[in-house]
RNA sequence: CCGCCCUUAGCUCAGACUGGUAGAGCAGUCGACUGUAGAUCGACUUGCCCCCCGUUCAAAUCGGGGAGGGCGGACCA
């Protein structure tokens, strides 16, 4: 695979990658090594799983993939994880994150698993955070952080040495490519201004879309409505789609189009098969699609309306997630011990 | 170590001075209207009032103690 070919998988449905010219750099000489990071907070959902799906185009463009299951991090986030179900959790993140990639057409095999107590507490690496500490204002590291880390009235000391712990991590992972969601801008714009004066190369940084919430507002990690987890049955996905916020004709903030975009189309590209809207006869009868940019056209013109688009959306939906789901149903206690006090009996 | 302030519904808070076992907005649920959802109307729900002890016929409210959180002082003089 030549190098056009290698950018053009790397960079697809990406929102942003800075700069091109240095992937394309990294692609003439040889393997570069990418690296995401997820810290094990809340469940997982199927935001986590767009960014998750990019890694299957990673492989195949030649990258080598870590992920980071970054245990410290969910506990430096105002403690959005107690500190005594990190294990927990962190092993929740890791069978999920597997069913995911597998989901998406990758070999979870293919991908090195990285926890982050395995080497940040190395005496190399702490030593150099308290550098990092030393030369670094309050204010440009609260700046960084403020997408990531949980705003409140009186911020914990942890959520401002979570951004410099990320910028080491680049560096302990020796990434060439920082990959995450587009709320990650902030921390990798910092990593890049730092890491150039602690030896390593500022990382070239992909970014993802962060899809719209099924309410027309942010994915929240805390609001159940506004996202699809992985977990979800059938029926509730079904249902959750059909109560989203998804106006005639227009696609900004319609969490609908935005799952089909990225979620559904390119796993059906994957697997050569079509997208069926099934339409009472009175209002046309049957439609498919093979490419969402058909779809969003007949949606744009109203002439797909959503009441029939959001039934076909949620089949289509809960499809993409139904390997997750069994990998999970199967394995019940991951989520009994991760959350134990939702899934407490 | 000292002083002051805060803690009430999922969230933001009112109520406390003048005791009578709780309210608003937002969120949520359900209807109406739309061939979806939203918006808009209409209805409804929600509580160890941080904990313990005391005063009282009666405590979210008064007194004492404690916990958690915030702010300031103390060192630099």
């Known amino acids: 695979m030549d190098t056009a070919d290698r950018l053009e998988l790397a960079t697809r449905h990406t929102l942003e990658v800075i700069e091109e010219e240095e992937l394309e750099a990294l692609f003439d000489e040889g393997t570069p090594s990418a690296y995401i990071g997820y810290a094990p907070t809340g469940e997982m959902h199927i935001g986590h799983y767009t960014t998750m799906r990019k890694l299957a185009d990673f492989i195949e463009a030649g990258i080598d993939v870590t992920v980071l299951i970054a ?23 890791r069978v999920a994150i597997e069913g995911m990639i597998e989901a998406a057409g990758a070999d979870p095999d293919e991908i090195s698993f990285v926890r982050g107590t395995d080497f940040q507490l190395d005496e190399e690496y702490t030593l150099e955070m308290y550098r990092m500490a030393a030369e670094t204002t309050l204010a440009r ?7 990531v880390v949980r705003e409140s009235e009186s911020p914990n000391l942890g959520g401002l040495i979570y951004p410099l712990m990320q910028t080491l991590d680049v560096k302990a992972l020796d990434a060439d490519i920082a990959y995450g969601g587009d709320d990650q801008r902030g921390i990798y714009m910092l990593s890049r201004e730092t890491l150039p004066d602690h030896g390593h190369d500022a990382p070239v940084c992909i970014f993802a879309p962060l899809l719209s ?46 799952y089909l975009e990225y979620l559904v189309f390119p796993v059906l590209e994957e697997h050569g098969e079509s997208f069926v809207v099934e339409r009472p006869d009175e209002y046309g009868g049957n439609l498919v699609y093979d490419e969402f940019e058909e779809l969003e056209a007949d949606f744009l013109s109203e002439e797909l309306h959503p009441a029939d688009l959001k039934p076909a959306a949620g089949e289509y939906v ?28």
């Open 141 to 147: 590291t609260q700046r960084a952080g403020s997408r």
């Open 71 to 93: 245990d410290l991090h969910a506990h430096l986030d105002d403690e959005k994880s107690p500190f005594d179900l990190l294990d927990a959790r962190s092993e929740y993140y």
């Open 213 to 258: 919430g099924l309410t027309g507002e942010e994915m929240s990690a805390s609001k159940e409505d506004t996202k699809v987890n992985l977990n979800d049955s059938h029926d509730a996905v079904v249902e959750k789609i059909e109560d989203a916020y998804c106006p005639m004709g227009e696609r900004e903030d319609n969490g609908v189009l935005e």
């Open 318 to 345: 809960s499809d993409v997630i139904g390997p997750i789901r069994e990998r999970l149903d199967a394995r019940p206690e991951l989520l009994a011990e991760a959350y134990p006090e939702k899934y407490d009996q």
